[in-house]
T-cell receptor, first 118, second 111 residues
């Protein structure tokens, strides 16, 4: 099925470990996003990309890095995980004439990655 | 004051009832308003969006925006157990501005 696929779905890390979350979309979308969702906080934008080879910071970028070497993939890296990064991470992609034109052409979300840092 | 406020619930209603979900916001410049539905352990999916004030209807769902009160609502008629989910409101200033999400309201429809 077409859509946004995130791997892994679950992960437990120890403080200080590193990991990479992978997001893959097969809809040829230009725009991709990484969000985190925490209880009582809503969805917050970590980083986003407006096309292959580009990345930009969102609201809460500290402690994360991203790369978009291929149009279909958007990677989120945690270099040294901290308990504050325990969260559910969502990747999304969209295609429109502008970055957040989700009103006209829907943004599609992946199923999320549940990350626990102990 | 947070930009977008949404009661987290949970809200439990019997099947067939009319559900009213609401968000308030502080920035009167918001123009685009959206509602997302998120099933447990799934990503959000867009339900409805409206621009500026007014109502919009899609099947059993109606979205209302009252800019004078800085208040938006989502009504669900003839609620079904399959409507049980978390509902997120979201809004933005302009077409290209970042989208601000509410915390979400958990809704349970009781059979």
């Amino acid at each position: 099925n077409a859509g946004v696929t995130q791997t892994p779905k679950f992960r437990v890390l120890k403080t200080g470990q590193s990991m990479t979350l992978l997001c893959a979309q097969d809809m040829n979308h230009e725009y991709m996003y990484w969000y985190r969702q925490d209880p009582g906080m809503g969805l917050r934008l970590i980083h986003y990309s407006v096309g292959e080879g580009t990345t930009a910071k969102g609201e809460v970028p500290d402690g994360y890095n991203v790369s978009r070497l291929k149009k279909q993939n958007f990677l989120l890296g945690l270099e040294s995980a901290a308990p504050s990064q325990t969260s559910v991470y969502f990747c999304a992609s969209s295609q429109g004439d502008s970055l957040f034109s989700w009103r006209d052409t829907e943004a599609f979300f992946g199923q999320g990655t549940r990350l626990t840092v102990v | 004051q947070k930009e977008v406020e949404q009661d987290p619930g949970p809200l439990s209603v019997p099947e067939g009832a009319i559900v009213s979900l609401n968000c308030t916001y502080s920035n009167s410049a918001f123009q685009y308003f959206m509602w997302y539905r998120q099933y447990s352990r799934k990503g959000p999916e867009l339900l409805m969006y409206t621009y500026s004030s007014g109502n919009k209807e899609d099947g059993r769902f109606t979205a209302q925006v009252d800019k004078s009160s800085k208040y938006i609502s989502l009504f669900i008629r003839d609620s079904q157990p399959s409507d049980s989910a978390t509902y997120l409101c979201a809004m933005s200033l302009n077409r290209d501005d970042k989208i601000i999400f509410g915390k979400g309201t958990r809704l349970h429809i009781l059979p």
